[in-house]
């Protein structure tokens, strides 16, 4: 069964930083792209980032580069995000996903809360 | 940016009533070579995370009742629940994953028991 645990969510004030993880299990973690998606209160999901299998090619939204780092570390199943520059807006609850691919499924977490505020 | 468009809102429709859900894309998600539609739809609960129901526009995930059918292609998709049921009650969002990212979600549409 697959697996993904996210930790690291927390309070934080505007300016601040935090770093996500997610430990995967169930699956040939290092096979698969990974990804992280966001969402804030009464919102629509939004996609944040992607990071192939082996890192060589990582991808993120606008509202994010340059403050946002997704990582991995394959031997030890894990997937990060490391969030500096956080701002108000930044808060949502952060799921680590298996994103679809060509076997047509996909894997969520059940997420991490970021709360940004003063 | 894709942007994806899904009408209406929200809807009220009565148990074992069929339930119609549009999503249009601001440009084809077509990927000629396989000639797929990246197109999913999810379905999301309140506190839980969102669940896939359809993929590559028309594909019933596993798991996934019969009465959840998707249909479209290019830039306009629907999703179909053919009988309603009281579990149904969610909120459905469409997702394009059309290639290099950014990936995008439609606005999401609330469906409720009449």
């Known amino acids: 069964e697959v697996q993904l645990v996210e930790s690291g969510g927390g309070l934080v004030q505007p300016g601040g930083s935090l770093r996500l993880s997610c430990a995967a299990s169930?699956?040939?973690?290092?096979?698969?792209?990974m990804t992280w998606v966001r969402q804030a209160p009464g919102k629509r999901p939004e996609w944040v980032a992607n990071?192939?299998?082996?890192?060589?090619?990582?991808y993120y939204v606008d509202s994010v580069k340059g403050r946002f780092t997704i990582s991995r570390d394959n031997a030890k199943n894990s997937l990060y995000l490391e969030m500096n520059s956080l701002r108000v807006e930044d808060t949502a609850i952060y799921y680590c996903v298996r994103p679809l691919d060509n076997s047509g499924r996909d894997d969520w977490g059940q997420g991490t809360l970021v709360t940004v505020t003063s | 940016d894709i942007v994806m468009t899904q009408s209406p809102d929200s809807l009220a429709v009565s148990l074992g009533e069929r339930a119609t859900i549009n999503c249009k894309s601001s440009q084809s998600v077509l990927y000629s070579p396989l000639n797929k539609d990246y197109v999913a739809w999810y379905q999301q609960k309140p506190g839980q995370p969102p669940k896939l129901l359809i993929s590559?526009?028309?594909t019933r995930g596993s798991g996934v009742p019969d009465r959840f059918s998707g249909s479209g292609s290019g830039t306009d998709f629907t999703l179909t629940i053919s009988s309603l049921q009281a579990e149904d009650v969610a909120v459905y969002y469409c997702?394009?994953?059309?290639?290099?990212?950014?990936?995008?979600f439609g606005q999401g549409t609330k469906v409720e028991i009449k």
């Open positions: 590559w526009a028309s």
């Open positions: 169930g699956f040939t973690y290092s096979r698969y792209w």
């Open positions: 997702l394009q994953y059309h290639s290099t990212p950014p990936w995008t």
């Open positions: 990071i192939k299998q082996d890192g060589s090619e990582k």
